[in-house]
């Protein structure tokens, strides 16, 4: 069990429902939605999505004591939703709201072999989720807050983020560390053609932890940098050539309220970013006990190698092994590392959860000597503007810069 405190995991939560395809089945010479077509399908994976599902079951598996609170309908799907999250522990399900004037949201995953995935999403309740819907009294009784997905959450992004600034307010104001885990907003929706910089300027102040994905707070914080440079270049690969867009990001974020920046970048690792001590100890409950240790830091780690099999819910076991870490107190170092080691396990397996052990196997793996892509570097007094360029991943392994 956890050594420290408790969470709260709040926000979208779906069913996915995922056709099984026949491997052997050629989609070369044919359509997959022409008119009057057929194609065959095996029987259809069904398991829940979203933070709420992937973020806090996984928090729960680590043995963190931990309250999901979102919303469903009062349909099959949602009655699906309910008995999954029962299943990985009984009253899980208790803080999942049922709303019978809406339906339950839910994502058609189309996932043929050889051809990229296609999403069909239903918000459905999600969208009707606000402030009403969190009993703020239940924060007294734990340590963390942790909000993931506003950007596919209608109410939380209307009216210039008002619901969701109001949230992350009164959650701060209870004394509880509160956290916030964003997602990609589709670029020809509402969500994806508002003013996400003013939001965040809004909010941000209330998050202690926050995050993102490089490509998503790109897409908020830069969006026409992020479009005109993502047709052309790999953002990510751009981003590790030159460590000072990274680092000058890092520090804009920090300025504009967070106390603790974890940025995910995929395969290529994570990058931590803290705030001086001032901030530090403002952290609230979570608040880490070597606070000398967390102070203005900037690490970055990558990610271990593994066998990938799925990558689904990758971003938010990666969450899950911070937030559990920071929660029993570990150091940055310690807590960066234990990221991307729940990370790596998730993509083990096709779907968001079974990858995922119990706490004390993922640190064996770790203190094992699980082998990582290339070496932990340490950020911090690097002067970021003559650091220059790194060649490749290969050169990292030698454990030096090396420098065009």
């Given amino acids: 069990m956890n050594d420290r ?16 395809f026949d491997p052997n089945t050629n989609f070369d010479d044919k359509l997959l939605f022409q008119p ?36 469903t309908g009062d349909d099959l799907f949602g009655q699906a939703i309910r008995q999954i999250v029962t299943h990985h522990g009984p009253g ?32 459905g309740a999600n969208d009707t989720f606000g402030v009403e819907d969190i009993p703020f009294e239940i924060f007294e009784r734990a340590d963390l807050f942790h909000f993931g997905y506003p950007p596919v959450m209608k109410r939380l992004y209307q009216n210039k983020g008002e619901e969701l600034v109001q949230i992350f307010r009164r959650a701060k104001e209870s004394g509880i560390t509160t956290s916030l885990d964003l997602c990609m907003p589709d670029p020809t929706s509402e969500s994806g053609k508002i003013d996400w910089t003013e939001i965040l300027t809004k909010t941000l102040p209330y998050v202690d932890i926050f995050l993102p994905s490089l490509d998503e707070i790109l897409f908020m914080l830069e969006h026409e940098w992020f479009e005109q440079r993502r047709a052309h270049e790999d953002i990510q690969e751009l981003f590790l050539e030159k460590p000072a867009l990274l680092s000058n990001l890092g520090r804009r974020i920090l300025e504009m309220g967070v106390k603790i920046l974890l940025i995910k970048l995929g395969e290529n690792g994570a990058y931590l970013r803290t705030a001086d001590n001032r901030m530090i100890t403002r952290l609230g409950r979570a608040r880490p006990s070597y606070l000398e240790r967390w102070s203005n ?17 990758a971003g938010d076991a990666t969450i899950a092994g911070f937030l559990s ?12 590392i234990s990221a991307a080691a729940v990370g790596a396990c998730n993509v083990e397996a096709s779907d968001a959860l ?6 004390a196997k993922v640190q064996e793996r770790i203190l094992a000597g699980w082998e990582q892509l290339f070496y932990r570097r340490e950020l911090e007094g690097w002067n970021w503007s003559e650091l220059g360029l ?14 065009e």
């Fill in 354 to 359: 079974s990858g995922v052990p119990a706490w």
């Fill in 297 to 313: 830091r900037e690490l970055w780690v990558p990610c271990f190698k593994v066998n990938v099999v799925g990558t689904t819910g």
């Fill in 5 to 20: 405190g408790s969470a709260i995991v709040a926000g979208h939560i779906c069913l996915d429902i995922i056709p099984k």
């Fill in 92 to 123: 899980l399900d208790h803080g999942l709201i049922v709303d019978k004037t809406v339906s339950t949201s839910y994502t058609v995953i189309v996932s043929p072999p050889g051809i990229d995935r296609l999403f069909f999403h239903c918000p």
């Fill in 36 to 71: 009057g077509s057929l194609t065959r399908v095996g029987p259809a994976i069904l398991a829940t999505g979203g933070p709420v599902s992937n973020t806090g079951l996984i928090l729960h598996r680590l043995g963190i004591p931990t309250t999901l609170l979102a919303k």
């Fill in 325 to 336: 870490s920071l929660l029993r107190g570990f150091t940055p170092e310690d807590a960066l």
């Fill in 390 to 403: 790194w060649k490749s991943y290969d050169d990292a392994m030698n454990d030096s810069w090396r420098l």
